[in-house]
T-cell receptor
Framework: DAGVIQSPRHEVTEMGQEVTLRCKPI?????LFWYRQTMMRGLELLIY????????DSGMPEDRFSAKMPNASFSTLKIQPSEPRDSAVYFC????????????FGPGTRLLVL | DAKTTQPNSMESNEEEPVHLPCNHS???????IHWYRQLPSQGPEYVIH???SNVNNRMASLAIAEDRKSSTLILHRATLRDAAVYYC???????????FGTGTRLQVFP
């Protein structure tokens, strides 16, 4: 079992550029979560999907952020345009059941927006 | 969301037991107690969870107070690899999101 896979592991970009983060959940897991972690705000849930459908996006900071899950094995988190305050580590996680079930996290993508 | 309170940091020596406390005085009857940990430069990983009874697994033990207003994660013999931030989280059932607080940073000394 490869676990949750995220790419890229590191991303450095300039303000105003589009950033796309990618996630492959554990096969068979019906739930996928996107989190953001910063020193100031800790680990925050941005959005989660059930069977490829967004269920709760209340944590998405603003319209510059969007997430999609076109199929059961792939999800993207896009930031357009990016800003320096978006610099953070972005984690993807998946679970068999709902958000209350054990979540398995990926290694994260460390994003730096200059 | 029910809140938890944990010490900011704790220290331990290698091969000694570690007791990580968590207070959750406003816990409801349906809230599960979850523990996750985050090793340096890694994503959080599940450690253990329980409802009312004490729980054991290969990683740790979870001791839950009789009134459920507090719990303790027990690492029986700390290793250097156990140095991490430990999060105590309450989850009330289906659909209830995990809310990560600031956790306890555990340092383990050789």
């Amino acid at each position: 079992d490869a676990g949750v896979i995220q790419s890229p592991r590191h991303e450095v970009t300039e303000m105003g550029q589009e950033v796309t983060l990618r996630c492959k959940p554990i096969s068979g897991h019906d739930y996928l979560f996107w989190y953001r972690q910063t020193m100031m705000r800790g680990l925050e849930l941005l959005i989660y999907f059930n069977n490829n459908v967004p269920i709760d996006d209340s944590g998405m900071p603003e319209d510059r952020f969007s997430a999609k899950m076109p199929n059961a094995s792939f999800s993207t988190l896009k930031i357009q345009p990016s800003e320096p305050r978006d610099s953070a580590v972005y984690f993807c996680a998946s679970s068999l059941g709902g958000p209350q079930e054990t979540q398995y996290f990926g290694p994260g993508t460390r994003l730096l927006v200059l | 969301d029910a809140k938890t309170t944990q010490p900011n940091s704790m220290e331990s020596n290698e091969e000694e037991p570690v007791h990580l406390p968590c207070n959750h005085s406003t816990i409801s009857g349906t809230d599960y107690i979850h523990w996750y940990r985050q090793l340096p430069s890694q994503g959080p990983e599940y450690v253990i969870h329980g409802l009312t009874s004490n729980v054991n697994n290969r990683m740790a033990s979870l001791a839950i107070a009789e009134d459920r207003k507090s719990s303790t994660l027990i690492l029986h013999r700390a290793t250097l690899r156990d140095a991490a931030v430990y999060y105590c989280i309450l989850s009330g059932g289906w659909g209830d999101k995990l809310i990560f607080g600031t956790g306890t940073r555990l340092q383990v000394f050789p």
